[in-house]
């Protein structure tokens, strides 16, 4: 495909990032330091390295991240304890609960403890049927880091045809919803679907959000499609065969440098939006 256009995540996040710099000043001025809290339960070592990386990228621009690490044994009780205090600590505007946590623990349980007011990963119930709704505070980071990137790069989506493949409730469900908002016609896909490459080719946009290396075929693209690859997979492998699918595509994000830097970006946007609103 000729004059194709290679989705470059790393620009847009440093985009969103130098605008977020003056509003953090502005709010040191007065004496507010925007913290995002953490909160990863045991020792997965890749959310260990998720969190390192929210922290390192919060101390760049100036927001504080305050670190809480749990053992692997804590009970859902403790968690909720550790979320509610957080909850009522003025000095926190964000709260985010690493997934997954430990089986025995009630992750939906835990993410609904969070204060919707403090929920900048959009994994509340209520984050959830706000974005759902269009009126939104803070969706879930990876969507809104998909919507951002198709509105750097002015992809246009009124009446296109959208192909979610995934419906994960931090990811495909809202996408989805995201993209129904701003009037594309929307197809979620997911394990049960039958004959998804023959869904997927009629895909104006795809987004793949499927947990599986190199899912996404080359020959299920349309020609000129968009595809936007949200997978992240140990090897920073997406879930889309890259080669093979910029064949057809007409503008498609690489792995890693894709949506991954803008998903970081969006955290810290809302962290500081929060820190505005809290005062
Ligand atoms: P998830 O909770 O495991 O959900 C995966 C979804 O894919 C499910 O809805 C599942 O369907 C669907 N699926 C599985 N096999 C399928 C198949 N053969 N055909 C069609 N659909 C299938 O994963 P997630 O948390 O949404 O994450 C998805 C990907 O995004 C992962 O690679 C993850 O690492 C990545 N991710 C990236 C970021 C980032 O910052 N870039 C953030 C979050 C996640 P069912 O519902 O039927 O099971």
């Known amino acids: ?69 749990l053992p692997e044994e804590t009970t859902t009780e403790q968690l909720l304890q550790t979320i509610s205090d957080l909850n009522a600590d003025e000095q926190v ?9 430990p089986e025995h623990i009630d992750e939906r349980l835990a993410f609904d403890t969070i204060a919707i007011n403090k929920d900048v990963d959009g994994v509340t119930s209520t ?10 505070r803070y969706p879930s980071c990876t969507p809104a880091a998909i919507l951002q990137l198709i509105d750097f790069y002015q992809l246009p989506l009124e009446g296109k045809h959208a192909v979610v493949i995934g419906r994960s409730p931090i990811l495909g469900k809202p996408v989805s919803m995201m993209l129904l908002n ?3 016609t929307v197809t979620t896909c997911h394990s049960k679907t039958i004959d998804l490459p023959t869904i997927v080719r009629q895909a104006d946009i ?6 599986k290396p190199n899912f996404v075929q080359g020959d299920w693209i ?33 792995v890693p440098g894709g949506i991954g830097p803008i998903t970081i970006s969006m955290l810290l946007n809302h962290t500081v939006k929060s820190a505005e609103e809290s005062i």
């Open 1 to 69: 495909m000729e004059n194709k256009i290679i989705l470059d995540g790393k620009r847009v996040a440093d985009t969103v990032k130098e605008k977020l710099q003056p509003r953090v000043e502005k709010l040191k001025e007065k004496g507010i330091v925007p913290c995002l809290a953490t909160i990863l339960v045991g020792n997965d070592p890749s959310s260990a390295t998720y969190i390192r990386m929210k922290g390192n990228a919060c101390k760049k621009i100036g927001i504080e991240s305050k670190k809480i690490h």
């Open 222 to 254: 349309k020609e000129g499609a968009v595809v936007i690859d949200a997978g992240y997979n140990p090897g920073n492998i997406g879930d889309v065969d890259y080669e093979a699918c910029s064949k057809n595509a007409g503008a498609i994000t690489p």
């Open 127 to 136: 984050g959830f049927g706000e974005t759902a709704f269009n009126f939104g």
């Open 182 to 184: 701003r009037n594309a």
């Open 206 to 211: 795809v987004v793949a959000a499927v947990g």
């Open 93 to 101: 505007h964000g709260i985010l609960l690493q997934h997954p946590v």
